[in-house]
């Protein structure tokens, strides 16, 4: 095992690779040496001495390839130090209910591997890549309201 530090993320829109690269640049900075991969990249956790996995929120969970990713690595994740962070733009709500919130909605990951630590962000929406006119609606209203 190296002392490399992995961070992977799962993303739709981009503002969770950009909050991966974040965070590789802060550990880089302290003089840590770190990979940022997107999840379907990583294949093996052995070079790592750390893994640090985010991933955006879709239907109140995590993305399909970031519980994967966590199913699949298990194993490894359970014996090395392992840290989350969520990208949701419930982050961005005024009503502070609906942020704490969030936080369960980690728990299908916190039941396969206990992280040392959570970390949850806004990200940033880009309404042009929501699917539907509908659903662009609903993000303005609930952001507006929240």
């Known amino acids: 095992m190296s002392g490399k530090i992995l961070v992977t993320y799962a993303t739709r829109g981009g503002s969770t690779a950009g909050v991966a690269e974040a965070v590789g640049k802060t550990l880089s900075a302290s003089g840590a040496q770190v990979d ?9 956790l052995a070079p790592y ?7 955006a929120i879709q239907g109140a969970k995590w993305l399909p390839e970031a519980m ?4 699949d690595h298990r194993m490894e994740l359970s014996r090395t130090p392992f840290a989350t962070f969520t990208v949701c733009m419930t982050m961005a709500m005024k009503n502070e209910q609906y ?17 040392v630590s959570e970390g ?5 929406l880009n309404l042009s890549k929501v699917p ?7 993000f303005r209203v609930s952001i507006l309201t929240g």
Request: proline letters at 6%; hydrophobic letters at 45%.
């Open 49 to 55: 001495k750390a893994v640090i996995a985010g991933s």
């Open 120 to 124: 949850f962000f806004a990200g940033e």
């Open 68 to 71: 994967q990713f966590v199913r």
């Open 99 to 115: 942020r704490k919130g969030v936080t369960d909605w980690l728990e299908p990951v916190r039941a396969l591997v206990r992280p």
């Open 36 to 44: 940022v991969l997107p999840m379907t990249e990583v294949r093996d």
């Open 132 to 138: 539907s006119l509908r659903k662009r609606l609903m």
